[in-house]
């Protein structure tokens, strides 16, 4: 069920917001979360094409980018990429997904949070 802007909800687990990468952390502590159960506001809602089908493609492609394949490996992974969107597509979770942004108590405003990691407060 999709929130309504200005709905109070709270995480329910912990969401990273910072990378783990620690060269981009240059010796400071990290990665910083914000804990489960921490509750806020919805102050915004995006509506998104896709859901897991799209995050499987969007991994494929990931995976497969900046290649430099010859025109026939390059006809195969395109095949496979079809094969996936068919196999995808044909089951439930394709069409569209909401993410929110939330102003938490503490004061952190994070965006793209999906729909399972909030519940109502």
Same mark, same amino acid.
């Given at each position: 069920?999709?929130?309504?802007?200005?709905?109070?909800?709270?995480?329910?687990?912990?969401?990273q917001v910072?990378?783990?990468?620690?060269?981009?952390?240059?010796? +400071?502590? %990290?990665?910083?979360?914000?804990?489960? &159960?921490? /509750?806020?506001?919805? *102050?915004?809602?995006?509506?998104?094409?896709? =859901?897991?089908?799209?995050?499987?493609?969007?991994?494929?492609?990931?995976?497969?980018?900046?290649?430099?394949?010859?025109?026939?490996?390059?006809s195969l992974?395109?095949?496979l990429r079809?094969? +996936?969107? %068919?196999?995808?597509?044909?089951?439930? &979770?394709? /069409?569209?997904?909401? *993410?929110?942004?939330?102003?938490?108590?503490? =004061?952190?405003?994070?965006?793209?949070?999906?729909?399972?990691?909030?519940?109502?407060?």
């Amino acid at each position: 069920m999709p929130y309504e802007i200005g709905a109070k909800v709270k995480l329910t687990g912990d969401v990273q917001v910072t990378p783990d990468d620690p060269a981009g952390r240059s010796g +400071l502590p %990290g990665p910083l979360f914000l804990s489960e &159960g921490l /509750g806020g506001i919805v *102050t915004g809602v995006a509506q998104e094409a896709g =859901g897991p089908a799209q995050d499987h493609l969007a991994s494929f492609d990931q995976q497969v980018r900046g290649g430099h394949l010859d025109a026939f490996a390059a006809s195969l992974v395109e095949d496979l990429r079809q094969k +996936l969107i %068919g196999a995808v597509g044909a089951g439930t &979770g394709v /069409g569209t997904r909401f *993410t929110y942004k939330v102003r938490f108590e503490n =004061g952190f405003v994070l965006g793209g949070l999906e729909e399972a990691r909030l519940a109502s407060a």
